[in-house]
Structure formats: structure tokens, C-alpha cells
């Protein structure tokens, strides 16, 4: 994996990035990995955030999955909505 200072990553953030595109970067500090610099698709991939509800439905597969709700037994009251 690339690896670059934060030296050189202040004075080539836009190679940096560049490289992020097709994988992660190492920053280091003092010679010591301190950062990695990721695209935001590869962030999303790993930590699964940026789907919708609609795109976790049409995952393949879903269908098979067993979901029970408990039923509700606190609904509100009308008087309740009118106030």
C-alpha cells in the first residue's frame, strides 16, 4: 500500500487523493503510520453507511429473512393526538 509522510501529504494532497481512488494511503508521522487516506466509497464499503432503506431492500437475498415485530400494545389514544 502507498505509503507518504505528512510532510510530502501537505505539499501533495492531490496526488494523495489520486492514489486514495485505487487504494488506501499510510500517512505517517515521524516514520509511524498515523493516518490513512481512503476514497468515500471505500470508507462506505467498510463501515456499510450510505445505503438507504430502499437499497437494503433490494439486497438479493432479503426476502429470506425472518423479521418479527412485537406487537404494540402502547398505541396512542386519539385524545391523546388531539392535544
Known amino acids: 500500500m502507498p ?5 510530502d501529504f501537505n505539499q501533495r494532497a492531490s496526488e494523495a487523493k489520486r492514489a486514495a481512488d485505487e487504494q488506501p494511503v499510510f500517512i505517517t508521522d515521524r516514520g ?3 493516518h490513512v487516506l481512503l476514497s468515500i466509497a471505500e470508507y462506505r464499503r ?3 453507511l450510505g445505503h438507504n ?3 437494503l431492500l433490494a439486497m438479493p437475498g432479503v426476502e429470506s429473512i425472518d423479521l418479527e ?3 404494540r400494545r402502547d398505541r396512542p389514544r386519539v385524545e391523546d393526538l388531539l392535544s
Open 3 to 7: 505509503t507518504i509522510s505528512s510532510r
Open 69 to 71: 415485530l412485537p406487537e
Open 32 to 34: 509511524r503510520p498515523s
Open 46 to 48: 467498510i463501515t456499510g
Open 53 to 55: 432503506i430502499a437499497d
